[in-house]
């Protein structure tokens, strides 16, 4: 997505591992949805491409390299909402999470049954603080951790999904938690099966299993780059 036409998306030609990826601008490797693409992604071999009010699944095997076959025509899902922040998305074993335009949190079911909303028990912290700026699986806590911040950005919060542990209605359980030393411009990303958040004076990397009342370690900002 991101393209010069708003409504339009591209896949690349075939990856194989070890090599460059190439693109096509044949009419095989494009599809176009109406409205503007927020957000793309991959959910059980079909790719989901939200707009900012709406879900559209495309299937398929897609064109080989010769530009010979291609995808379905893009179908769309009964969802009320759409998406246009594509750094909540993420895979997990239950589906696909993204964030509304209403800046609420959603999951896209496996096998794509009705969306749901799994952050009905967070409403009141996404009010305050409704800008994702990253999603990021932790498999060895069972979660899915969201940070937040506020419009300007000023001060933010981790959100914690744990998908093992469900309330009445089978959602996840939710924890929440400050952002350490107060920073704004967080991200989150794996480090050795660990939940790193980067900001813009430090790397905080977390004991797993502690999202609330953690105790942390701080590191300095070295990074090794290649020579």
Not at 2 to 26: C, I, M, R, T, Y
Not at 159 to 176: C, F, H, K, N, P
Request: hydrophobic letters at 40%; charged letters at 20%; aromatic letters at 10%.
């Amino acid at each position: 997505g991101g393209l010069e036409d708003p409504s339009e998306v591209q896949w690349s030609k075939l990856f194989f591992p070890g090599e460059a990826v190439h693109f096509s601008n044949h009419r095989s490797f494009r599809a176009r949805v109406p409205g503007r693409v927020g957000a793309v992604a991959v959910l059980d071999d079909a790719w989901t491409v939200f707009t900012t009010d709406a879900v559209f699944i495309v299937s398929g095997a897609g064109p080989d390299d010769t530009a010979q076959g291609g995808f379905d025509e893009p179908r769309r899902m009964n969802s009320p909402v759409g998406c246009d922040e594509w750094r909540s998305l993420v895979e997990f074993p239950d589906g696909l999470t993204f964030q509304g335009q209403d800046d609420r949190l959603y999951l896209l079911p496996r096998g794509f049954g009705p969306v749901v909303e799994i952050g009905r028990a967070i409403r009141d912290v996404l009010e305050t603080y409704p800008v994702v700026t990253s999603a990021t699986l932790v498999p060895l806590d069972n979660t899915v951790c969201f940070t937040v911040t506020t419009t300007d950005g000023a001060s933010g919060r981790l959100l914690a999904y744990d998908w093992t542990q469900r309330d009445a209605e089978g959602i996840g359980l939710w924890s929440v938690d400050t952002i350490a030393g107060g920073v704004a411009h967080v991200s989150g990303a794996l480090w050795d099966g660990k939940l790193a958040l980067a900001t813009t004076s430090a790397i905080d990397v977390m004991t797993p299993g502690t999202y609330s009342d953690r105790t942390s370690t701080w590191y300095g900002v070295t990074i090794e780059t290649h020579p």
